[in-house]
């Protein structure tokens, strides 16, 4: 009796969530990843901001405005979301001129903009204006994408790519690019242009080369051989591979990481947390990690295969797939598989602006995900 | 003509899942390909980054052994370790190294003349390391830094471990002293064993007993962070570090009585010149002194350039030990010796006399050998011959010897080789004979040995050189009547942490036995009266003694000065005046200590050399010690 009361009052209580959940458009199974990834980065970034206290706090106060952002974006409905992207995308790319004329310089790139208020990075509002607006775009036309089509997508990603890469911010371009290309190839470009793409791509290898800055071409150049420069550029993937490999299968434990606590590991509590997480908690906690990052991209994919329409399954698709290409280009980099490029480890890495975006993208995978939804009920 | 499509949902919809299957593909391995590269670097190069990991973090700090303590032969402490300030620098913290190198001058912390060989030390190490500029700091530079201190970012004061010598010059020539490591000295020695440590022993016993003095260094791993500074150690994790601890130096006793050395130093004062005491019935050395001497607390706290230059041109050449390495003619002090020989070979007998008449000639040749008593002694003995040193005498005892017998003899009893002292930079002297001559001079006219040479041999000129030291040990064998030891400074080693004392027995060289042994004490005998007969050379310098001396004086003539040696004009003569020199023993019948001195430019051995035996004497029989 009292056995069966409890269950009964169990059932109710997950019912009430439920519930709770429709009316605010949330998805529980996505919410569940992303706040046990955001609760592990919390609790690395604690061992990776060192005495640093405040740092810490400043996370979690950001996660708080991060996760406000994601449930305020979710109460919009889809079609106004489908509506606002053109208009999102011109904001974009007036603000990024903007940037380019009178931006604010930090660390030797030109990135930021100051509006009185608050500084920020108009390239963070392209990493979802960019799919939005492609979406957009294909959403009026037959899909597959006729060639005049894939062209003039390409046009829309590669103004905003080349005006972020020229701050120069590669990460975020890269980040920008694939976002965008994503929409394209989920919309179903076809494979031979896809292949024409990779050959082009190669033939432009030389011409790109000439247009990177000298430190990028340096941090190509040291992947190859990362020795050839040990205390330079090299440094930074040396000092994360120790980190990584000294972890071994059970890390060192929580705050024990000597590469970490004793500053060898270069920017430790931003790009390079990954090689923190792989020097306390070993390759447990890698694979930990990478788990949950898995278990968020493969509910992302599968809440677009449920949307409705072309505009909010592209969209969706796409948002779930750039994080996952945000997993691999910092991981890869932090591991020495790819250059070192500045990308944070999302949800991991210490940084406002990037994980507002974040969230923001959540949101609006959400808020599309519901319509669906709420259409079939 | 245009073809006009229009949207299929169904196919969008088919195209978006094959394409999201795909992509999941690709998401599948990718993360796969991400777990396998952190298996790489964690599961099978786990050991390697491991090993580059802890090389990361941990520097080793060097932890130098204290040197061992050198005590007298009564436990006196002649050379320890003191704690010492001393400046150190930090490059990054100062700043502008220059500013901060010329306040340093500005307020006398370092002396203008150092001031670029300081700049090149500092430049030469990393800037996070801490530079010593200056060694063992006194009391008033210690204030005048306190004073100062604000203006002078990156200086400090730290305490260190110091060579000091409490007796500063005496017996420094014995001691030597300790110095900075040198370039010369980086290609000679074990890096390992003098990690941490910056000085090594430069001359005497500092330097021959270098290998028991240092221990060896220990050292700890420290944790640093990627700047190279150390950095607390969290509690609990101390034991990843290692750490051995250093190993300090042997302790050693020496022969050497400070007190007497005292003694000779003072009754030397004002001279240059060599006294060496020994105990000939082991050979000890209880004093070893060089005049003038040094403070060799003056090398040991890093000698500036003007105080070292200052040494090394002085005319009086306070660096030079003359008892190792000053070589003299012996002069008439080798007379008992000649008289051994002679009575040895049986080409002579006490009781055999001759006529000095003041000069001897060579049979068949006119060249005059002059006595130094113009008139002659008349007629002596073999005893007289000894107690006045008549000339005539030994002019003719050598020539009835000839050279060779008197090589032999001579070479036995030591002299023409080192004596083998427990220090290092000895000479061996010259002790002529036909064979050196050959080897000595290119010139086949120089090659000949003329019978001229071993005449004046009799009296210890000539080619002859011997070093105070020789003396010393040649008179040792005749005040033991033929028992021969090496000469040595140090008796004993201590272990410092036990107390254990490691006694040396003394070190026996070949016996030199005669045919008949109460020969010895017909030599003995004369040379008693040397400073006690009626005629006796060393007759004012022993009266009153509580003791018999058995003695002998001698004069070497100095023949020129030495073209690298620059006097003014006034010294030039007294610079060409004889060496005073003077070998005894006593008491004559059970000998406690022999004596050797030698007073430069000091003429009569009776005058100059004999009082200052007479007063170790004293100093040193008085007390009834051995």
Partial sequence: MYEEFSASRTRRTVTATARLMRALHLDGMLLSGLAVVGIFGLFVLYSAAGDNTALWFSQVARFGIGFAVMIAIAQVPDHFIRMASPIAYVLGLVLLLLVAVAGDVGKGAQRWLDIGIIRFQPSEIMKLAVPMMCAWYLHQRPLPPSLWNVVAVLAMILVPVLLIAEEPDLGTALLVAAAGLLVVVLGGLPWTYMLGGVVIAGAAVPLVWSMLHDYQRQRILTLLDPQSDALGAGYHIIQSQIAIGSGGVFGKGWTNGSQAQLEFLPERSTDFIFAVIGEELGLLGLIALLAGYMFIVGRGMYMSTQCRDAFTRLLSGSIALTFFVYVFVNAGMVTGLLPVVGVPLPLVSYGGTSLVTLMAGFGMLMSLYSSRKLLGS | ?626
């Fill in chain 2, 1 to 626: 003509m245009r073809r006009v499509r229009i949207k299929d949902e169904y196919l969008e919809q088919r195209i978006f899942l094959q394409r999201s299957a795909v992509a999941a593909f690709i998401v599948l391995g990718v993360m796969l390909l991400l777990a396998g590269r952190a298996f790489w670097l964690q599961v099978l190069r786990h050991d390697h980054y491991a090993e580059l990991s802890q090389g990361n973090r941990a520097r080793i700090e060097p932890l130098p052994p204290n040197r061992g303590i050198i005590y007298d032969r009564a436990g006196r402490v002649i050379a320890e370790n003191t704690p010492a300030y001393q400046l150190e620098l930090v490059r990054e913290q100062a700043g502008d190294l220059d500013t901060t190198l010329a306040e340093l001058e500005r307020f006398g912390l370092i002396e203008v003349d150092d001031l670029e060989r300081v700049r090149q030390l500092v430049l030469s190490r990393r800037s996070f390391e801490a530079v010593p500029i200056r060694l063992q700091l006194d009391d008033e530079l210690v204030a005048r830094f306190a004073v100062h201190r604000h203006e002078l970012p990156g200086v400090t004061l730290e305490t260190r471990m110091a060579r000091h010598y409490p007796f500063g010059a005496i017996g420094a020539h014995a001691l030597g002293y300790v110095g900075t490591i040198s370039e010369d000295d980086v290609t000679r020695l074990d890096k390992e064993r003098y990690f941490g440590t910056g000085v090594v022993g430069k001359t005497g016993i500092e330097r021959a007993y270098e290998d028991d003095l240092l221990g060896s260094s220990g050292y700890r791993e420290v944790l640093v962070n990627a700047a190279g500074r150390s950095v607390e150690l969290a509690e609990g994790k101390a034991d990843q570090l290692r750490s051995r601890q250093p190993q300090a130096g042997r302790d050693l006793r020496l022969t050497l009585d400070i007190d007497l050395q005292r003694v000779a130093e003072e009754a030397m004062a004002g001279h240059r010149g060599a006294v060496v005491a020994i105990d000939p019935s082991n050979g000890d050395v209880l004093v070893l002194a060089s005049l003038p001497s040094f403070d060799p607390n003056g090398f040991a706290r890093g000698i500036s350039r003007r105080d070292y230059l200052a040494l090394t041109e002085d005319p009086d050449q306070p660096l030079f030990n003359r008892v190792l390495r000053g070589t003299y003619p012996p002069g008439s002090t080798i007379k008992p010796i000649m008289a051994l020989a002679g009575l040895e070979y049986e080409v002579i007998r006490p009781q055999d006399s001759i006529y000095c008449a003041g000069q001897y000639y060579l049979p068949g040749s006119r060249h005059k050998y002059r006595d130094w008593k113009h008139e002659g002694h008349g007629t002596v003995d073999m005893h007289d011959a000894i107690m006045e040193s008549c000339d005539v005498y030994f002019y003719r005892l050598a020539n009835t010897l000839g050279i060779d017998r008197i090589h032999d003899i001579m070479t036995r009893i030591g002299f023409g080789a080192p004596t083998g002292i427990d220090i290092g930079g000895e000479r061996g002297g010259i002790m002529p004979s036909p064979q050196w001559k050959k080897t000595a001079f290119s010139g086949h006219s120089q090659q000949v040995w003329f019978p001229g040479e071993t005449v004046i041999l009799g009296i210890g000129q000539g080619y002859w050189a011997a070093t105070p030291l020789q003396l010393a040990t040649a008179t040792a064998v005749l005040a033991t009547r033929g028992k021969h030891f090496r000469p040595r400074l140090v008796r004993a080693f201590v272990d410092p942490v036990t107390g254990a004392v490691d006694e040396r027995a003394p070190w026996p060289l070949p016996a030199i036995v005669l045919k008949d042994q109460a020969n010895w004490e017909v030599i003995v005998d004369a040379m008693v009266a040397v400073t006690s007969g009626a005629r006796g050379t060393a007759v004012r310098a022993s009266r009153g003694a509580a003791y018999s001396i058995a003695g002998k004086t001698g004069t070497a003539q100095v023949y020129s000065i030495g073209q690298t040696e620059k006097y003014d004009a006034s010294q030039v003569a007294e610079r060409l005046r004889d060496h005073a020199l003077f070998v005894a023993f006593a008491p004559a019948d059970a000998p406690k200590l022999v004596i050797a001195v030698l007073v430069e430019n000091g003429g009569h051995g009776s005058s100059a050399a004999a009082p200052i035996a007479r007063s170790i004497f004293d100093a040193y029989l008085a007390r009834g010690t051995g």
